[in-house]
């Protein structure tokens, strides 16, 4: 049997005698099917075709994770180091021995947690990589699991994974979508790693929150609302989102709320109601 990876999302599935019929979390209105129909890949497959994990210092103790080529829908994942151990955050749908050669020279990995299904990737490699690290998925979104692992640990609100590595369930985009707080990031200035439950958008003085990004679909002002009471009580000045480019680099807190502001006037909603 062999453990297929969708190549629209890049989400792993378990292990099967052939390809999987559908996608689920591409047949979802969050996501999509791709043009020209469901298609598979595998890490071997991946392999083949030249795909290699990049890894860049993006700061102090934050090492970015991604795909060269890109894979699915292109994000790369942030192992955050601290003195207590690390964490993966936002999974990517490739590992290689480059990969767990060099992260293991820098601590190796004590926990992974995504903000949502769309960045589970190949999150049960990466987890048996580093001799079956716990996998942090909200209850909420359980149901979305493809390839279930002894290793999956569920929570709910709040968890503090390391000493000063907080996960804060936020919903929106996915009812369990989750940001991580790193209160030791942007040189002790704290830092949000974000991934898509509030997304860093192109002009980085802002961020954005929808039910569906390829699709459109907006979120209620409940929503918008309750996100930002979520992150308000965290101390923070810079904004990793899930891929390279989009990085809030300070400003934290009032960026979030001017964008909620600028998002409920525009769907005709009062930011104070």
Not at 240 to 246: A, E, F, H, S, V
């Amino acid at each position: 049997m062999e453990s297929f990876i969708c190549a629209t999302c890049a989400v792993q599935e378990a292990p099967t005698n052939g390809e999987p019929a559908r996608c689920p979390i591409c047949e979802d209105e969050r996501q999509y099917v791709r043009q020209g129909g469901q298609a598979w890949t595998t890490l071997a497959a991946l392999r083949a075709k030249g795909h290699r994990t990049e890894l860049r210092e993006l700061e102090p103790d934050l090492t970015g994770v991604g795909v060269d080529p890109s894979l699915g829908i292109g994000q790369r994942a942030l192992l955050v180091r601290t003195p207590a151990g690390n964490i993966l955050w936002d999974c990517i749908g490739y590992i290689d021995d480059r990969a767990i050669a060099a992260i293991g020279a820098r601590g190796g990995i004590g926990g992974i947690a995504m903000s949502h299904p769309h960045f589970y990737g190949a999150m049960v490699e990466w987890s048996r990589a580093f001799g079956g690290a716990p996998i942090y998925i909200p209850a909420a979104d359980r149901s979305w699991v493809r390839y279930d692992d002894p290793a999956i640990v569920t929570w709910e609100g709040t968890r503090e994974v390391l000493p000063g590595v907080t996960l804060v369930q936020c919903g929106g985009h996915f009812e369990g979508s989750a940001v991580l707080h790193w209160a030791e990031g942007a040189e002790g200035r704290g830092a949000l790693l974000v991934g898509d439950t509030i997304t860093v958008v192109p002009d980085i003085r802002f961020v954005s929150f929808m039910r569906s990004y390829p699709n459109l679909i907006p979120l209620p002002a409940k929503e918008i609302r309750r996100i930002v009471e979520r992150v308000r009580p965290y101390r923070f000045d810079r904004i990793y989102g899930g891929w390279w480019d989009r990085v809030v680099p300070a400003g934290g807190i009032k960026a979030i709320e001017r964008s909620a502001s600028r998002y409920l006037r525009w769907i005709g909603a009062d930011a104070r109601d």
